[in-house]
């Protein structure tokens, strides 16, 4: 069947224009001024809200309760669809640094999801956050899986995975250029993560393959003083080398308000892209000060909207949803069509999913309505109703 919006502001996200949509047969069909219904079309009213394409989400870890780390394609599938409810209509699920068997079973299992019909959303395929990252930017990844990559055969989790699309690496470890390059040359985005490494030494990844900095400011080395010199370090990379783009947690809780516009304003809306770096906790009710523990055994508190170590020390993860995070890029200051852009059309091409993240004809129908609170009042995904009563409380 046919479905024609109508009333709507379309954020393309390139421009916003008061537009129709027509989907046909799970795709969009046409972006037009003014365009009378087909017959037999259904006719959904807008009333006036923002039309924009569906968030895709290429850092996540869980939903819904559910887990990456489960390492079957029912756990994928339904943390997809926990997050489709706040409008997510791509997800790249994301494993944690854990023991390689662990890890290629995740990679495996999303290989499966892959087919699962009944995921609404579109899985992309998976992210490995990992295993060679540096324990000293590890943050809440668990320090005795994390291994060097000179010493470790990858070749399960790399050549033998075909879902494998991006892989989070610390590049000062002996063989991680190497490893960057091994990545690029397959097409999967190889992405600075959990690193302590220097300027200069980010300036050689991004040579050998590099192209990406994960969560920016999370797990990432800063400027230090080395005797009386001060030394750039991987958030100073990321901000200022053209051909990196950039990760950002905006839950509103990892990054103050004046990093994301930094951030921002260094990157703009090509360079920098939203992800929630959500745990299972994310996309379900959670309870303030209650003591959670993950599946790889690290305990987290929630406190504040977002997940900490019980230290308090650093936090543990997020419990965001990517229509929380469009919803604080614009609270600070950035501009609407370019926050959803972040959340759109710039990690679809950072994946190489040409027919995700924009409204456009030829395009799959992955559609949201957002109100003037720009929470999901309505979403669809490649032409099939997910919601039409709006995110839960
Ligand atoms: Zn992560």
Redesign the pocket.
């Known amino acids: 069947m046919d479905i024609l919006f109508v009333n709507a502001r379309v954020c393309t996200p390139y421009e916003l224009r008061d537009a129709a949509v027509l989907v046909r047969g799970g795709v969009i069909e046409g972006v037009f001024d003014h365009l009378d219904a087909p017959a037999g079309a259904r006719v959904i009213d807008a009333g006036g809200q923002i039309l924009a394409p569906g968030y895709i989400d290429l ?1 996540v ?1 869980g939903g819904g309760g559910r887990s990456v780390m489960e390492g079957t394609p029912e756990a994928i599938t339904a943390m997809a669809n926990a997050h489709a409810l706040y409008g997510t209509t791509s997800i790249l699920p ?1 494993t ?1 640094s854990m023991p390689l068997p662990d890890m290629i079973r995740a990679g495996d299992a999303v290989s499966r999801a892959m087919k699962d019909e009944s995921c609404l959303s579109t899985i992309l395929g998976v992210h490995q ?1 990992g295993p060679c990252l540096s324990p000293a930017q590890g943050g809440a990844q668990s320090t005795d899986a994390l291994l060097i990559p000179s010493k470790v055969d990858l070749r399960a989790l790399i050549e033998e995975c075909p879902s494998l699309r991006m892989m ?1 690496v610390a590049p000062e470890l002996d063989g991680a250029l190497e490893l960057g390059r091994r990545l690029s040359d397959l097409g999967v985005v190889a992405s600075v993560a959990h690193s302590d490494a220097d300027y200069d030494t980010v300036a050689r990844a991004a040579l050998t393959g590099f192209s990406d900095v ?2 920016l400011y999370s797990g990432c080395s800063g400027v230090v003083r080395k005797n009386a010199f001060r030394v750039a370090g991987v958030v100073e990379a990321g901000l200022e080398m053209e051909r990196l783009t950039v990760q950002v947690i905006a839950d509103g809780c990892h990054l103050p308000p004046a990093l994301l516009r930094l951030i921002y304003r260094c990157k703009g809306a090509e360079k920098m892209y939203a992800v929630t ?1 959500g745990l299972e906790f994310a996309a379900s009710h959670q309870e303030e000060g209650v003591t959670y523990v993950q599946r790889n055994g690290q305990a987290c508190v929630y406190e504040d909207g977002v997940m900490k170590l019980p230290s308090r020390t650093a936090f543990a ?1 997020s419990v965001a949803t990517m229509s929380r995070l469009v919803r604080t890029l614009a609270k600070v200051g950035v501009p609407l069509c370019d926050a959803v852009r972040m959340a759109t059309d710039t990690p679809a091409r950072r994946i190489g999913a040409a027919k995700k993240g924009r409204v456009a004809a030829g395009c799959d129908a992955d559609l949201l309505l957002l109100d003037d609170r720009l929470r999901v009042t309505f979403c669809m995904a490649r032409g099939r109703i997910v919601s039409e009563t709006g995110e839960p409380a």
């Open positions: 850092h870890h994301t944690l956050e989070g994960t969560h770096d993860g």
